[in-house]
């Protein structure tokens, strides 16, 4: 398993030789996944800079724990663990300071608000006026934003990264089961939220 | 955006979610699952700015000296990110960063605990420097009331005399048994040791602190709480004034503090405080003043004292009339002549037109002698 996983994985190979001291692999393994991770915090937390200074973080912790790595699983699945640690570290500092510019997080029980609010918002979004993609992808991200942070990342990782059910479980900590039911929630808060702009555009 | 390929033999997510015809909320035509779940690629994808990896290469490349995470772990210690697994423990992969900053950590402890034994061997706890100043702290009135060793040279060096009057209300007795009681201090802090004591006579002082009865316990007790709420300038001062009363070779300063102490006691105990919490100025000014009041105003030529109040001078017995009544009236008759008798008690009366005074009238006093009445009746009543 380790040696098919190794073998098979680029980014497993390259960590490997990071781990042995091989400093141009780890400019190989920055430049292979820092768009990717670029955009999973960009819409994770809506912010660009802030979408860079977490992947930044993500690579010195895959820096520091270089020594200690071991191919016992994908590195895709190991540094998307990394990942949701790192947002999650990012959640409870702005949960103590409340001065970081995290979109607002809407949970299933009070996204009720959330709804209200994008259904508000998409009433000046109708087909009529939405001629281009700027503004349909402003009702996506705002729909995403209604999200928790766990169902943001499940669904990121699902869509962004085309994790499966199992990976993203080894991610996020979770049950795969706990994941299916993270997801199906997810899903029916999206449409829930882009409801009031597909009605406007079926009208 | 690079978009990995997802694994055959796991699920995929995508290939979970129902179709929009098995999906039973689907019955919404306005919204098909799969345009939801579509809907998420119109998301663009971010392209890092050009100097991202540059600058993640240079933080990355921080000396390993310097590389505690920002978190305050020591690189691979951070179990999620090592371990693969949030909240998991990892053993195989933490063992080894165990091992790395175990020595460490058990450096600091024993550097820390090193520190904490020399610091209780060398700095003296509370306790100690109250037992080790315990002369000062069992006599802290007298020490302050002679305030500094500069006061005590300056009424040495300025040859004030001694008080002449006795402090008010205070016999003969009492001034001697103060000034008894003001030597037997002097011994006792002689006798007390050095204000400062080695780790030895802080445990023995101990020992006789816990020997002593409760009432005098309780009250070194309000005199180390009145020492400890001194400042550190004022602390210094009073162990100063202890080692140099203590000193037998300064027995100039010994009798400066007997005269001054002296010269307080004049004052009524509830002034006393305010002359000794004057400034060593102002107590100099004080003694100048009322050493010269003292020596203008001797109680023992006129009898006055200017210090005792004027309620209380009618009954010093010191006080004497003015000569010129102590000699009497002036004579209206000559030697010669008989002295008419003078009547006893209010007399006959205010005149023969007013009738008989309410007096024992004739018959009623006692017969008229010719014997001349006594030398007192023949002077001015004392006022």
Redesign the interface.
């Given at each position: 398993m380790v040696s098919e996983t190794a073998a098979g994985d680029p980014s497993t190979e390259l960590m490997l030789r990071v781990r042995d001291g091989d400093?141009v692999a780890?400019?190989h393994l920055?430049?292979?996944w820092?768009?990717?991770l670029?955009?999973l915090f960009?819409?994770h937390t809506g912010d660009?800079s802030t979408?860079?200074d977490l992947?930044?973080e993500v690579?010195?912790?895959?820096?520091?724990?270089r020594?200690?790595?071991?191919p016992?699983?994908k590195f895709?699945?190991?540094i998307h663990?990394?990942a949701?640690?790192v947002a999650?570290?990012l959640r409870q500092r702005s949960y103590r300071r409340r001065e970081y510019g995290v979109p607002a997080n809407v949970s299933a029980s009070s996204s009720a608000i959330g709804l209200e609010q994008i259904a508000v918002d998409a009433s000046g979004l109708m087909p009529a006026r939405l001629a281009d993609?700027t503004e349909?992808?402003a009702v996506?991200?705002q729909a995403?934003s209604t999200l928790n942070e766990r169902q943001r990342m499940a669904?990121l990782l699902?869509?962004?990264?085309?994790?499966?059910?199992?990976?993203?479980a080894?991610a996020?900590?979770l049950t795969v089961p706990a994941?299916?039911s993270l997801?199906f929630r997810a899903?029916?808060q999206?449409?829930e939220a882009?409801?009031p702009y597909?009605?406007g555009d079926?009208s | 955006m690079t978009m990995k390929q997802p694994a055959e033999d796991a699920a995929s997510p995508r290939e979970a979610l129902p179709t929009p015809v098995s999906d039973a909320d689907a019955t919404d035509p306005s919204l098909a699952l799969a345009d939801v779940w579509d809907l998420l690629d119109v998301l663009p994808a971010a392209v890092a700015s050009p100097d991202m990896m540059a600058s993640t290469i240079e933080m990355a490349a921080v000396p390993a000296s310097a590389a505690i995470s920002r978190t305050g772990s020591p690189i691979g210690t951070d179990s999620r990110a090592t371990s693969g697994r949030v909240g998991r423990p990892a053993p195989a992969a933490s063992w080894p960063s165990v091992r790395q900053w175990l020595p460490g950590a058990a450096l600091v402890l024993a550097s820390l605990l090193a520190g904490i034994a020399v610091g209780r061997a060398t700095a003296p706890s509370p306790e100690s420097a109250l037992l080790a100043s315990l002369p000062v702290v069992q006599h802290l009135d007298l020490l302050r009331e002679a305030g500094s060793v500069a006061f005590l040279e300056a009424v040495a060096k300025g040859g004030y005399p001694p008080p002449r009057r006795p402090p008010p209300a205070q016999s003969k007795a009492d001034v001697r048994e103060d000034a008894e009681e003001f030597d037997a201090a002097i011994a006792a802090l002689r006798a007390g040791g050095a204000v400062t004591a080695d780790r030895e006579t802080v445990s023995l002082r101990r020992e006789q602190v816990l020997r002593m009865p409760e009432a005098q316990r309780r009250q070194l007790e309000r005199s180390a709480e009145m020492f400890q709420r001194l400042s550190g300038a004022d602390r210094s001062e009073l162990i100063a004034v202890g080692r140099a009363l203590a000193d037998p070779g300064r027995e100039q300063l010994l009798k400066a503090a007997r005269l001054w102490h002296a010269w307080v006691q004049l004052r009524d105990p509830a002034d006393r405080r305010d002359i000794i919490d004057l400034s060593g100025e102002d107590r100099l000014e004080w003694l100048d003043r009322w050493s010269r009041i003292d020596s203008r105003q001797d109680p023992r030529q006129d009898g006055r004292d200017p210090m005792r109040p004027f309620y209380d001078r009618e009954r010093d017995p010191r006080r004497r009339p003015p000569p010129e009544f102590q000699q009497g009236p002036p004579q209206l008759w000559r030697d010669d002549h008989p002295r008419p008798p003078r009547p006893r008690g209010p007399g006959p009366g205010l005149g023969p037109a007013l009738g008989p005074g309410p007096g024992p009238g004739p018959g009623m006093g006692p017969p008229p002698t010719d014997r001349p009445p006594p030398p007192e009746e023949t002077q001015a009543p004392p006022r």
């Open positions: 400093a780890f400019e920055v430049n292979l820092q768009s990717r670029v955009t960009l819409h660009h979408a860079e992947a930044q690579f010195l912790r895959v820096y520091r724990s020594a200690n790595y071991q016992t699983a895709t699945t190991w663990t990394i949701n640690n999650s570290d993609r349909l992808q996506v991200q995403l669904v699902a869509k962004f990264e085309q994790c499966s059910y199992e990976e993203i080894a996020m900590n994941v299916k997801l899903r029916d999206l449409r882009i409801a597909m009605q079926q | -």
